[in-house]
């Protein structure tokens, strides 16, 4: 069974710092891409970063560039997210997922990842 499991979430203040981490089991997730999505209320989810399975090549969101950092450790099935000088508009649920496709290049679209956590709430005070 294949689980993927968020942590780290919270409540900061604007300016704040804050790690999450993804932990894939059940299948070897080594070769997926894997990616960071979030969700406000009432909003669609939208894509934040994505991490090649070597972790040598990364993607992110024009509106999180340069604040938050992606990587990949323990074999590849851990999946770190560091966010710095967040603001209240990173407020929402934080999901990792993995893609399986084998496609080169990394993907922006939700549609595009097999499969989700449950995901983890970050909330930004202002």
């Known amino acids: 069974q294949v689980q993927l499991a968020e942590s780290g979430g919270g409540l900061v203040q604007a300016g704040g710092s804050l790690r999450l981490s993804c932990t894939a089991s059940g299948r070897t997730f080594g070769s997926s891409v894997m990616g960071w999505f979030r969700q406000a209320p009432g909003k669609e989810r939208e894509f934040v970063t994505a991490i090649s399975w070597a972790g040598l090549n990364t993607l992110y969101a024009d509106s999180v560039k340069g604040r938050f950092t992606v990587s990949r450790a323990n074999a590849r099935t851990t999946v770190y997210l560091r966010m710095n000088s967040l603001k209240p508009e990173d407020t929402a649920v934080y999901y990792c997922?993995?893609?399986?496709?084998?496609?080169?290049?990394?993907?922006?679209?939700?549609?595009?990842?097999?499969?989700w956590g449950q995901g983890t709430q970050v909330t930004v005070s202002s």
């Open positions: 997922a993995a893609d399986f496709s084998q496609l080169p290049g990394l993907r922006r679209a939700p549609s595009d990842y097999d499969f």
